[in-house]
């Protein structure tokens, strides 16, 4: 049996999905599971474009079995060599013993790291902007590190224009039988998974993103071909300019995102009451998240998108609340730049949240703290409202 997608006269899709792994990379929830994308082109030479993961290896190996026919596996080139790219390539040696393997230094020396079969003997090393010819194809390769390991590179193909950008461009969410972007409803069903994939995976590296992005700029692509998600033959200006502005930490849109965490409803009731009062000054966009709920990937996801802060947390232990503190460390983590920020803080007998969670952020660069905080103690009361008008007031004013 087979499950392959038919791309042009000789570039075939053989990848496939996963919807059964709840955690990838045992962090970021799927629940609408993910894609292993691998690509074969069968020219005078035959080369794969990357393995996929072990989970859908049987696919895999159907897929090429069925294509390939009585031919010959001549060549693989390994953009990524991270497992869930590269898991299957111990068991393609194997089947195809004659197989070239074509990578950079840094991504040879991993795959000896990963696996034992005689790796020297199988490879052939590629430096930046090299060219490799299978035939009527001829490759380019383009090194990308830290998109988002150190080895990782593109592969140009200068005769379809094609991109194979690795894990650039990818996206969370498994394929439906469409793995076209204009084949599906991209913005509405897939966008919000492509930036938390983005940033939770590669969001620390926007100056890295930067320099691939500058060199990326240089090729003339008819077709993005990514390692997870779908292929993008139109409208790819679009795309790109997502990742222009999330690698450069310029906010996707203006609004205010509200992340808190409340023990009792005390802190939540303050939230609510200042999302009614920015809502009441005319701001639309407004996500509020509690972050004792939501898998802080979300959380992160949505900060990359909009230009505000507001972060809303009880005094815990002397400290800042267990999960917001988990969401702070993730911002500064991820590199995350150019926001507004504002504190709500709560505590009943000792109300220091804001100070923490302000030192907590001390490492992220171009921000801007607006004046007014909230401190509540305990609960809200008749004065704490005018402090949450106020502070809707500059977030508007500062919008």
């Not at 040696?93 to 840094?106: D, G, L």
């Not at 969410?173 to 469409?178: D, F, I, V």
């Not at 979300?298 to 802060?309: G, I, N, R, T, W």
């Not at 920020?341 to 490492?363: D, R």
């Amino acid at each position: 049996m087979h499950n392959t997608r038919k791309i042009n006269d000789d570039v075939y899709y053989v990848g496939g999905n996963d919807r059964r792994l709840a955690l990838f990379e045992s962090v970021y929830p799927i629940p609408k599971g993910i894609s292993y994308n691998s690509y074969l082109i069968l020219d005078e030479k035959t080369v794969l474009l990357d393995c996929v993961d072990k989970a859908i290896s049987g696919v895999f190996f159907e897929n090429l079995d069925y294509l390939l026919g009585h031919r010959p596996l001549n060549f693989v080139i390994i953009n990524h060599v991270e497992p869930d790219h590269c898991a299957t390539l111990n068991e393609l040696v194997f089947r195809y013993p004659e197989i070239k393997i074509i990578s950079n230094a840094k991504a040879i020396s991993m795959i000896k790291q990963f696996f034992n079969f005689d790796v020297d003997n199988h490879t052939i090393e590629i430096k930046e902007g090299e060219s490799f010819s299978t035939g009527k194809h001829k490759f380019s390769f383009y090194t990308a590190p830290m998109v988002h390991w150190p080895e990782a590179m593109v592969t140009y193909d200068n005769t379809d224009k094609y991109l194979y950008s690795a894990d650039a461009f990818g996206t969370f969410n498994a394929l439906n039988g469409n793995i076209f972007a204009d084949e599906i409803d991209f913005e509405r069903d897939y966008l919000d998974e492509a930036r938390r994939y983005y940033t939770n995976i590669v969001g620390k590296y926007g100056q890295q993103v930067q320099a691939v992005l500058k060199k990326a700029a240089s090729l003339d692509i008819k077709m993005i071909l990514p390692l997870h998600g779908p292929i993008w033959r139109e409208n790819i200006g679009w795309f790109i300019e997502k990742y222009q502005k999330w690698s450069s930490y310029t906010p996707e849109e203006k609004g205010v995102l509200i992340a808190y965490s409340s023990v009792y409803g005390n802190t939540e009731y303050a939230v609510n009451i200042l999302a009614t009062k920015l809502a009441e000054y005319g701001i639309k966009n407004i996500k509020i998240y509690d972050v004792s709920v939501t898998h802080v990937s979300e959380v992160l996801s949505d900060a990359f998108k909009y230009s505000h802060l507001v972060m809303a947390s009880t005094t815990y232990n002397m400290g800042v609340f267990i999960n917001m503190e988990t969401f702070l460390i993730d911002l500064v983590a991820h590199n995350l730049q150019n926001r507004t920020i504002a504190f709500i803080e709560n505590g009943s007998w000792a109300v220091v949240a804001g100070k923490l969670m302000k030192e907590i952020l001390t490492p992220l660069k171009n921000t801007t703290y607006l004046n007014h905080k909230v401190s509540l103690k305990s609960s809200v009361k008749e004065e704490n409202l005018e402090e949450i008008n106020l502070l809707a007031k500059e977030i508007f004013d500062s919008l």
